[in-house]
Nanobody, 119 residues
Framework: QVQLVESGGGSVQAGGSLRLSCAAS????????MNWYRQAPGKEREFVSAITSDGKTSYADSVKGRFTISQDNAKNTVYLQMNSLKPEDTAMYYC?????????????WGQGTQVTVSS
C-alpha cells in the first residue's frame, strides 16, 4: 500500500502557472509509472501526463507544450508544471501510480488538488 498526497493547486488567471506535486509515502514497484489525471465538473476523468522512472514522458494533446511532468525519485515525488493555463484546465487533478516496470496494473490514487483558472 502507498499513500499519495497532491499539493500545489489553487486559483489563477488565464495565462498563469501552477506547479503541482504528488508525494508517495514510500517506494513500491507501482511508482515506476506516475500519472496525472484530471476531472472537471460533469466530465469524466481524463489522462493528462505520465512519467516513468526511466524518464519517459507522455502528454495528452490538450496540454502538450504547456505542461511538463518531472520527478524526484529520491523523494518519491512527481511534479506537474502547468504554464499558459486556460479556463478549460479547471479541474481536480489527481496523481495515480502504475503500471509497474513489469506492466502490472496497480492503481493507487491521491485525493486530488483543485485547479481553477479564471478568464
Amino acid at each position: 500500500q502507498v499513500q499519495l498526497v497532491e499539493s500545489g493547486g489553487g486559483s489563477v488567471q488565464a495565462g498563469g502557472s501552477l506547479r503541482l506535486s504528488c508525494a508517495a509515502s514510500r517506494y513500491i514497484s507501482c511508482l515506476y509509472t506516475m500519472n496525472w489525471y484530471r476531472q472537471a465538473p460533469g466530465k469524466e476523468r481524463e489522462f493528462v501526463s505520465a512519467i516513468t522512472s526511466d524518464g519517459k514522458t507522455s502528454y495528452a494533446d490538450s496540454v502538450k507544450g504547456r505542461f511538463t511532468i518531472s520527478q524526484d525519485n529520491a523523494k518519491n515525488t512527481v511534479y506537474l508544471q502547468m504554464n499558459s493555463l486556460k479556463p478549460e484546465d479547471t479541474a481536480m487533478y489527481y496523481c495515480k501510480t502504475g503500471p509497474s516496470r513489469a506492466g502490472r496494473s496497480c492503481d493507487y490514487w491521491g485525493q486530488g488538488t483543485q485547479v481553477t483558472v479564471s478568464s
